[in-house]
């Protein structure tokens, strides 16, 4: 006698729930990163020295807005600066400020940032 496994039929809405919920769970994860430091670290690395205290209101005219950027720009703007790729404008200042910060740290305070 042969015996045959029986599967469930998921069907199109359940396939489109789990899509859906897939969806969700990754669009989470720059708000879980936020939710974990974020704006503690952007405090204790100094920035709102320059760009004010939520990056959305920077203290000189020429410092830019950094509150609602895309958080990967951001991140691949510091990490410029940091590693010396990025050498224009105000980098240079920008440069000393973010050396000892962590690629870790940065996806922290960008995803915070991207969130204002």
């Not at 039929?9 to 936020?34: D, E, F, K, Y």
């Not at 940091?82 to 224009?88: E, I, M, Y």
Request: glycine share 10%; proline share 5%; net charge positive.
């Amino acid at each position: 006698m042969k015996t045959c496994a029986v599967r469930p039929q998921v069907g199109r809405r359940g396939t489109h729930r789990l899509l859906i919920a897939s969806l969700l769970w990754i669009a989470s994860a720059p708000i879980l990163a936020a939710g974990s430091g974020g704006a503690a670290l952007y405090k204790s690395k100094g920035c709102p020295t320059c760009h004010g205290e939520d990056g959305s209101h920077p203290v000189i005219q020429d410092y830019p807005v950094i509150a609602g950027q895309n958080a990967n720009y951001l991140l691949r703007q510091m990490r410029d600066i940091r590693d010396g790729r990025r050498t224009n404008g105000l980098s240079q200042v920008m440069r000393e400020a973010v050396a000892p910060v962590t690629d870790e740290e940065f996806s922290s305070i960008s995803a915070w940032l991207a969130l204002r």
